[in-house]
């Protein structure tokens, strides 16, 4: 998650696909996320990306 939102701050749109593709193949459960990934940096939605990160590192960090 560290290097995604990373990522989103340096704008790397095509890494961040690269990541959001590797996370779809790992485990189903990562699949929904990913989609979204993929579906904002299609659109190059930084800040959207950002919020997203942020909003799963928040939930990763209550569980």
Same mark, same amino acid.
């Given at each position: ?8 701050? #340096?704008?790397?749109? $095509?890494?961040? $696909? ?12 990562? $699949?929904?996320? #990913? ?7 299609? #659109? ?20």
């Amino acid at each position: 998650m560290d290097a995604l939102y990373q990522l989103a701050l #340096a704008g790397n749109m $095509r890494a961040i $696909r690269h990541h959001a593709e590797h996370l779809a193949g790992l485990d189903g459960q990562y $699949r929904p996320f #990913a989609d979204m990934l993929q579906q904002l940096a299609q #659109a190059y939605q930084s800040q959207a990306i950002l919020s997203l990160v942020t909003q799963y590192m928040s939930q990763e960090k209550v569980m």
